[in-house]
């Protein structure tokens, strides 16, 4: 189960930096986390979420700063607005990445990376991390390839309010106002784009795909590469308590809702958590699992989740799928333990339904991780093919 946050930040996007937590104390986020998970929420759960300082558009750049880059490469945190589930403004952090020199004509695509599941403090967004450019998988050839890339952190990672884990909406939004933001800096970026993302991250690529053509259709959202996907939070959720006994995700997801949903936040949540249970949640995804490891998933609820409609709806329209997508290139390793292939496959019947073209790629021997290495040469193909402006092959009757 720890495939979700192995690996290092070339191959896996690990964001869960232990010991680097900065910005507002550690505490403020404990504070928050006991009272609306131990008493329950006392106002709209859009409150949580921390707005921008001023109505801002989405992607509008609000803070950047330079940070290392590679060589012939120029990079920044950025800190740029979105929009939260009631549709009040946010701010999301993240870096951008760009290479050196003026673009070519016509300018540079943009290549959005949404990471996979780092935690609910702070301290284990990818940008406030020693390296925030090393969680990038294949960052060096996305430049080389002369990509703009983007990275976003997600909401309430790195930035105030509860992080909404797995709430598919905040995270496409996260997404695709993190490729405007890049389109804002001095990047030379154009219109198109790509989005590409791994377990977690896979979820929000989905839903970056399926939220594009409504939320900014400025964007010339060419495809999306979801990789070992989240691609339905309530199967994944209770496979992960089936096999492994762990309720740590469900955990994070009840919590992430929590912060989303109005009907969830006035839920009195974890009243058997210890002390120490609740202080893991300010820490990242190790952390977590660690403190929820053998648990009860009554813990959460005080009763069986699958008996909670209110949250049960929000899960199963959180499934990725029920819309219409731009072109997805779906890459799943055929041992997965932790997102295994029936959930891809379930994602694939629904996606086709639809009408979404999807290109469904599975490596033989492949897990959770590997299959970073095992997918690179066809991720990488994608984005080339899909920008140039070719049709995506469509698995969809095969």
Same mark, same amino acid.
């Given at each position: ?8 930040? !070339? ?65 920044w945190q950025v800190v740029y607005a979105s929009r939260d589930e009631a549709g009040d403004d946010i701010a999301v952090s993240g870096f951008v990445v760009a290479p050196d020199g003026p673009p070519p004509a016509g300018g540079r695509p943009v290549v959005a990376w949404a990471h996979a599941t780092a935690g609910l *403090? ?46 598919? *909406?905040?995270? &496409? ?27 977690? *991250? ?40 089936? !096999? ?23 839920? !009195? ?25 053998? &648990? ?68 033989a021997g492949a897990d959770h991780v590997s299959v970073l290495d095992a997918a690179h040469d066809d991720v990488l193909d994608f984005f080339a093919s899909v920008l140039g402006g070719r049709q995506? !092959? ?5």
């Amino acid at each position: 189960m720890r495939g979700e946050a192995e690996g290092d930040g !070339r191959r896996a996007g690990s964001a869960c930096h232990h010991g680097r937590v900065t910005g507002r104390p550690t505490r403020a986020l404990v504070a928050t986390v006991v009272a609306v998970l131990l008493l329950g929420a006392a106002v709209p759960a859009a409150s949580a979420q921390a707005t921008a300082p001023r109505r801002s558009a989405p992607g509008e750049v609000l803070e950047h700063r330079r940070i290392p880059a590679p060589p012939g490469a120029r990079a920044w945190q950025v800190v740029y607005a979105s929009r939260d589930e009631a549709g009040d403004d946010i701010a999301v952090s993240g870096f951008v990445v760009a290479p050196d020199g003026p673009p070519p004509a016509g300018g540079r695509p943009v290549v959005a990376w949404a990471h996979a599941t780092a935690g609910l *403090g702070d301290g284990c967004a990818p940008s406030r991390g020693p390296a925030p450019v090393d969680t990038v998988p294949w960052i060096l050839e996305l430049l080389d390839a002369g990509y703009v890339v983007a990275a976003t952190d997600y909401a309430g990672l790195g930035t105030d309010g509860i992080h909404p884990y797995l709430v598919g *909406g905040s995270e &496409g939004r996260s997404v695709l106002d993190s490729i405007r933001a890049a389109r804002a800096l001095p990047t030379g970026a154009n219109r198109k784009a790509v989005v590409y993302g791994h377990s977690q *991250g896979g979820h929000a690529t989905l839903f970056a795909g399926e939220l594009a053509a409504r939320y900014a259709p400025e964007i010339a959202l060419r495809g999306v590469a979801p990789g070992a996907a989240v691609a339905a939070p309530g199967a994944f959720i209770d496979h992960t308590i089936d !096999r492994f006994g762990d309720v740590g995700f469900l955990v994070m997801g009840a919590l992430g809702y929590q912060g989303a949903y109005p009907e969830i936040a006035a839920m !009195r949540l974890l009243g058997a958590a210890s002390a120490d249970q609740v202080q893991a949640l300010n820490g990242c995804a190790f952390d977590i699992m660690a403190a929820f490891e053998d &648990g009860d998933p009554r813990v959460v609820f005080g009763t069986d989740p699958g008996a909670v409609e209110a949250w049960q709806s929000r899960v199963r329209e959180n499934a990725a799928g029920l819309r219409r997508s731009v072109p997805v290139m779906y890459w799943q390793g055929e041992t997965d333990w932790l997102t295994p292939i029936d959930e891809a496959d379930a994602y694939v019947a629904r996606a086709c339904r639809k009408g979404t073209v999807v290109d469904y790629r599975v490596y033989a021997g492949a897990d959770h991780v590997s299959v970073l290495d095992a997918a690179h040469d066809d991720v990488l193909d994608f984005f080339a093919s899909v920008l140039g402006g070719r049709q995506v !092959r469509s698995g969809c009757g095969d």
